[in-house]
């Protein structure tokens, strides 16, 4: 009876042992994965919220800076044709005239400056060569958000005459 109460003890203990090794071969690992991506969750929690904070610290730095530009980009057309026809006339143009101004569509109005409009504006100058080409590189450096398209010029009996074609962000017409 001792062999069989010692044996069945003995076999137990195997089993318990035998049930421990199992419980730290297979669930240890699994909880230890399960801990290692918690930590790993947390730091790119940690890293979002800092990226975060960051992204807000630079909006509000840049604030004065973002005014500063929206209101360069609210010029009014009226204004922007002044702007365009005083550069002209600083260049030494003799006559400027303005041909015409139109409105070009805008499928993606930009995220930046929402409330502004392409226009289109055809500008037409007298004078010598020199001073058109004066002109030209005027209108290349405008004070407002413009590009030169083209221009041409031409000789005429009285001199040189300029056409030149810029398109122009201006307030929301």
Request: charged fraction near 20%; aromatic fraction near 6%; glycine fraction near 4%.
């Amino acid at each position: 009876m001792r062999t069989t109460l010692l044996s069945i003890a003995s076999l137990l203990l195997a089993v318990t042992l035998w049930g421990a090794f199992g419980y730290l071969f297979f669930i240890l690992p699994r909880e230890r994965a399960q801990y290692a991506e918690a930590l790993a969750t947390s730091a790119q929690e940690a890293v979002r919220t800092e990226s975060s904070a960051r992204v807000k610290a630079i909006i509000q730095d840049t604030e004065i800076e973002r005014a500063a530009l929206v209101s360069l980009l609210q010029v009014p057309l009226i204004d922007a044709i002044k702007i365009v026809e005083d550069a002209a006339r600083a260049g030494g143009a003799r006559t400027v005239a303005i041909g015409e101004a139109t409105p070009l569509s805008t499928k993606n109005p930009s995220p930046v400056a929402p409330a502004t409009t392409r226009v289109a504006v055809v500008v037409q100058a007298e004078g010598t060569f020199a001073a058109l080409v004066r002109v030209v590189s005027l209108f290349e450096v405008l004070t407002i958000p413009s590009t030169l398209d083209s221009f041409d010029l031409e000789e005429t009996e009285k001199g040189w005459r300029l056409t030149a074609r810029l398109t122009i962000a201006v307030a929301q017409i």
